[in-house]
């Protein structure tokens, strides 16, 4: 389960610098070189993510609201905390 958790925090941090750091300085500063950086490995730790939870779902013997959560707190900013919290520490 410690892969799965920092899997998840990789991946809600990545969230926070793509949508609080790199978005703003596309748009304000006209600077879209951070945005490509940024969102690909976003978006590679995303997939990582989404296979880690599918994984766990099986291994762990999770409920299917934990696994809806777990998903639906990864599109969401510091949505990864709540997962945290509500989810993986009871597994």
């Known amino acids: 389960m410690k892969i799965v958790r920092l899997i998840a925090l990789l991946e809600g941090l990545s969230l926070l610098i793509l949508v609080l ?7 304000f500063y ?3 070189q951070m945005v490509k950086v940024v969102g690909m ?3 590679l730790l995303f997939i990582i993510y989404i296979i880690a939870i ?3 779902k ?3 013997n ?8 777990s998903f639906l707190g ?3 900013p510091f949505g990864f905390v709540y997962v ?3 989810v993986f520490l009871k597994y």
């Open 54 to 56: 599918v994984m766990a």
């Open 58 to 60: 099986f291994e762990y």
């Open 21 to 27: 750091i790199a978005m703003p300085m596309k748009y």
């Open 41 to 43: 490995a976003h978006g």
């Open 30 to 32: 006209d600077s879209p």
């Open 84 to 86: 945290d919290r509500k």
């Open 62 to 69: 999770w409920k299917w609201k934990d696994f809806i959560i």
């Open 74 to 76: 990864s599109i969401l």
